[in-house]
C-alpha cells in the first residue's frame, strides 16, 4: 500500500483483495453522509463506481460507519474478501479520511474525473489500515492578493488538500497588491482595490513589467460557497484580513484609511510591485470604524461552525512599516492619549482592539507572530513565520501556535538549486528538506508542545502568476507536507526518506491523474521554466532560528 501521506498501521495479508464494481452497493450509517456524498460523486465519475444504496450484510459491499473508542479524526479501514471494505470513523471527519484512502488504494485512475474505460476491474487489496493524524491543524497557506486565483482554482486546491488530509485553507485576501473579497458596505474595496494596472514580473529588482491588467475578487456567493465546498470535505477556511500594514489597496480605495497627515493617500493606487509597503492604516477611530464594518461580514460569510477552526478570524499584523505613525502627528496623538511607549505599542494596540471585538463575537483572533510584541490577549493564536522562536514564546506564554517557519515551509521558495527554477527566490528547500521538518521546537515542555495546533505550508504568491506555477511550487512539496503534518514520523534525521520517495513514485501518478503542474523530480520541463525573469535566491543555509 503505497500510501501518502503513510498511515500509522497496515496489516497485509497474501490473498485476494475485494472486487469492487458497477454492482457494488455503499451503505452509510448516520453521521457519515459527507464520505457517502464524496465516494459516489468521485469514485462514481473516475471509475464507473455508482456505489448505489444498499443493505449493510452486502457481499463486497462498502460500509461507512462511526465508532466512538476512536478519535474523532481517525478511522480504521477493513478489506476483506466476502465481507467487503468497511471504514469506521471515530467521526465524520475519520470516515472522510478513511475514504481518502481508499481512493488512493484504487489506483491512480480514481483521481480522474471519468473512466478510461468502460469496465475496468477493480480491487482492494485485503488488508486493514489504522489511522489518525499527529496535528489537528493541517494548513495551507493561499495567498490570493498577490496574483488572484479565481474561484475554481480554489475549489480545485480544496480537492487537492483532501487528497493529502490537509484540513486547514488559509486564505490571504487582503495585501498592498490587492483586496479580493467583497465587502457588500464598501464597493470600492472591489470596485478600486482589486486590481491593479500593471504588474512587477519578477523579484522587485527586475526590470520587467507585466504591462497588462491583473485582478478580481470573490463575491459574497464565491465566499459562501469556497466555505461550504470546503466544509463538506472537514475543512475550515480561515480567512485573512491583513492590518494594519500590507493594506495600501484599501487605502487606495479609501483614502481617508491612510495617513494623510504624512501622504497625499488620495494618489494611491493599488501597488504594482513587491515588497512591504510604506503606506499603513492610520491608527484612528475612522480605520477602526470601518474594519469592524469589513469583520462584521466577514464574520458571517465565514460561520464559526463551518468546521473545526471554523472560529478563527486571521488579522494579519506582520511587517507593519512604523515610518509614517512616526511622522504623522494624529499617530502620536493616539500614542499620547493612550498612554503607550511607542508605535510598537501603538500596533499591539491595534491588534488588540479586533481581538477584543473578535472574542466578544465568540471568535478568536490568530496573526503572524509580530502580534506577540507588546502582549496579546489569552486567545488569541500566532502562525509562527519567523522561524520558531515566536512559536516558542507564544507557547511558554500559554498561546495556541500554527508552525509555518519561512525556512521550511514558505513554498513560493526555489526547491532546488540552479538557473532552472523558475523566478528563484530564497533559499533552496528541497523536497527532502520539506519532508525533514518538525513542527514542534524543540526545548518545550510537554504541556507547551500542547500548544501546537499544528502546522502550515505557506504558498506566497508574488512570483507565482497562475495556478500552473502555484502548482509547480507547491508539488511535490505540498506531500511531504501532509505526512509531515499526518503521520507520526521520528525525529527528522530518522525519517525514512528513501521509502517516502519510494511511495512518491505511486503519488505521482495520482497527482498526474489530477492534473498537478508539479516539480518532477528531473527539475523544470521546459514550459516551466522563466529564463531570464529575475528572481532573488538567497545563497547558503537558512539561519537555524
Ligand atoms: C509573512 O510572510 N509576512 C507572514
Redesign the pocket.
Known amino acids: 500500500m503505497e500510501l501518502i501521506p503513510a498511515p500509522r498501521a497496515v496489516e497485509e495479508p497474501a490473498g485476494p483483495g475485494v472486487p469492487l464494481g458497477p454492482d457494488t452497493t455503499l451503505w452509510a450509517a448516520p453521521g457519515t453522509e459527507r464520505a457517502e456524498r464524496w465516494l459516489r460523486a468521485t469514485l462514481g465519475a473516475a471509475l464507473n463506481l455508482p456505489l448505489r444504496p444498499g443493505p449493510p450484510d452486502a457481499r463486497d459491499g462498502v460500509r461507512l460507519l462511526l465508532d466512538d473508542t476512536l478519535a474523532p479524526e481517525a478511522y480504521r479501514l477493513t478489506a476483506a474478501p466476502g465481507t467487503g471494505v468497511e471504514i469506521r470513523g471515530g467521526g465524520p471527519a475519520g470516515v472522510f479520511w478513511g475514504a481518502q484512502t481508499l481512493r488512493q488504494l484504487l489506483g491512480p485512475d480514481a483521481f480522474r474525473r471519468a473512466p478510461l474505460r468502460p469496465a475496468a476491474a477493480l480491487s482492494v487489496p485485503a488488508g486493514a489500515v489504522e489511522d489518525a493524524p499527529r496535528f489537528r491543524w493541517r494548513g495551507l497557506l493561499l495567498d490570493v492578493a498577490r496574483h488572484f486565483m479565481p474561484k475554481e482554482g480554489v475549489l480545485r486546491y480544496l480537492d487537492l488538500m483532501a487528497a493529502h488530509k490537509l484540513n486547514v485553507l488559509h486564505l490571504h485576501l487582503t495585501d498592498d497588491q490587492g483586496w479580493r473579497i467583497e465587502i457588500r458596505r464598501y464597493p470600492k474595496l472591489t470596485e478600486i482595490a482589486s486590481w491593479r494596472s500593471r504588474t512587477k514580473f519578477g523579484h522587485r529588482a527586475s526590470p520587467l513589467w507585466d504591462e497588462k491588467p491583473h485582478g478580481g475578487y470573490y463575491t459574497q456567493d464565491d465566499i459562501r460557497e469556497i466555505v461550504a465546498y470546503a466544509a463538506e470535505r472537514h475543512i475550515s477556511v480561515v480567512p485573512e484580513i491583513d492590518v494594519p500594514g500590507h493594506s495600501q489597496a484599501a487605502i487606495a480605495a479609501y483614502p481617508e484609511l491612510g495617513n494623510t497627515d504624512v501622504v497625499d493617500t488620495a494618489a494611491l493606487s493599488v501597488w504594482d510591485t513587491w515588497g512591504i509597503s510604506s503606506n499603513v492604516l492610520a491608527p484612528t477611530d475612522t480605520t477602526l470604524r470601518f474594519y469592524e464594518g469589513v469583520f462584521e461580514e466577514v464574520l458571517e460569510l465565514f460561520p464559526a461552525d463551518a468546521a473545526e477552526f471554523s472560529g478563527f478570524v486571521h488579522v494579519g499584523g506582520?511587517?507593519c512599516r512604523k515610518e509614517q505613525w512616526t511622522e504623522s502627528v494624529t499617530a502620536k496623538t493616539r500614542i499620547a492619549d493612550l498612554g503607550l511607549t511607542d508605535e510598537d505599542a501603538l500596533q499591539s494596540w491595534f491588534i488588540g482592539h479586533f481581538d477584543a471585538w473578535l472574542a466578544a463575537r465568540g471568535r478568536r483572533l490568530i496573526g503572524?507572530d509580530e502580534i506577540l510584541e507588546g502582549g496579546l490577549a489569552p486567545g488569541a493564536a500566532v502562525?509562527s513565520?519567523r522561524g520558531y522562536a515566536g512559536g516558542i514564546a507564544a507557547a511558554r506564554a500559554g498561546h495556541d501556535v500554527v508552525m509555518c517557519p519561512?525556512q521550511y515551509v514558505?513554498l513560493d521558495h526555489r526547491q532546488a538549486p540552479g538557473d532552472d527554477e523558475p523566478v528563484p527566490i530564497g533559499f533552496v528547500r528541497t523536497l527532502e528538506d520539506v519532508y525533514r521538518f518538525e513542527p514542534v521546537p524543540a526545548g518545550l515542555t510537554e504541556e507547551e508542545a500542547r500548544h501546537v495546533l499544528g502546522t502550515q505550508a505557506?504558498v506566497?504568491t508574488e512570483v507565482l502568476e497562475d495556478s500552473a506555477r502555484v502548482d509547480y511550487q507547491a508539488f511535490p512539496r505540498l506531500a511531504a507536507f501532509a505526512e509531515v503534518a499526518w503521520s507520526p514520523l521520528p525525529a527528522p534525521a530518522d525519517r525514512d526518506y528513501a521509502d517516502f520517495e519510494r511511495r512518491m513514485t505511486a503519488h505521482y501518478r495520482r497527482l498526474d491523474a489530477l492534473g498537478v503542474a508539479y516539480r518532477p523530480p528531473a527539475g523544470p520541463r521546459p514550459w516551466q521554466r522563466r529564463p531570464g525573469v529575475p528572481g532573488r535566491p538567497i545563497e547558503g543555509p537558512p539561519p537555524n532560528r
Open positions: 506582520d511587517e503572524w502562525a513565520w519561512e514558505y505557506n506566497w
